[in-house]
């Protein structure tokens, strides 16, 4: 409990007085920042990433990665603009979209738990090869003209200013919490990352567990493709391009280790609403948007660099006391 409340002190505190100074600066910036139709436009216009990130933290917790989410979005698009197109009934189509996220979690998964090629090596070859399925599907058109009804899924507000995005996000968000911080599989996520070789030598099934974080990983980014389709209302080989880019930061901001075993919803709630806000001012400031990926690559090497040097600062500390 007290290394929780000190790291509460710690990364998370220092996420949340950043927060605290962007939202001044937007306040100050821009009269229309407290509007209600800009503050659900801070969560819709990023929405599908920080649903992926949810269980990307899951995925990185246990000491993995996976590069491929992105692709996986956009491939699951493009399933369902190529069946549409040739036909199929759309609820139909949309389920075969999500089954290719299962697909693709069952690639990563397979070759990462079972064979035991690294995450990084498995999901990138997932990068490449899920965007090229994808491109093939439409080539370089771009596919539209669904059923009002789809369109309204990523775009009509349902519950008072909320979309049916923003209600998945939030429904999402409590499950992968109680998961990771009140169930035995959020343990065995957590053990898994520390030590693997440990979790295997105490009879943990590392295997299963695996699979599961990539199947899941899988689906919710094919879950997130058909929401951004719906959103933008077409479908093009390229939707969601770059994607994982701004998913990995969310998630390494948060506090949690690129290495494995530490980190929590907290945190990656935290910097959710700290890109949220830091986009979402930049737009408001007519920033262009390859600045705004700058930053946020910035931000990115310095979730990376900053807790391992504090540590490497630490141990050298106590190495001279000792």
Known sequence: MTAALARLRSWEGLLLAILIVTVALNLANSPYYLGVENIVNLFQLEIEKI?????MTLIIINGEIDL???SV?????????????MGVALPLALLAALGSGVLAGLFNGFWTAYVGLPSLAVTLAGLIGFRGVARILVEDRAIGNYPAWFNELGQQ????PLTLSIMIFLALFAVVAVVLHGSALGRLVYVMGNSLEAARYSGVRTKRVKM??????????????LLYAARL???RGDMAQGFELDIITIVLLGGVSIFGGSG?????????????????GMGLANITGNTQTSVVGALLILSVLV??????IHNRWRGRET
């Open 212 to 225: 599961i974080l990539f199947v899941a990983s899988g689906v919710v980014a094919a879950l997130a493709g």
């Open 73 to 85: 979005m956009g491939l699951s698009a493009c399933v369902m603009a190529w069946l549409f197109k």
């Open 264 to 280: 929590n919803l907290v945190g990656v709630g935290l910097s959710i609403f700290v890109i949220l806000n830091l986009r979402n």
């Open 51 to 55: 649903i992926v990130a949810l269980t």
């Open 307 to 312: 807790p391992n040097m504090a540590q490497l």
């Open 233 to 235: 209302g077409s479908v």
């Open 68 to 70: 491929s989410v992105a």
């Open 157 to 160: 507000a349902f519950l008072g």
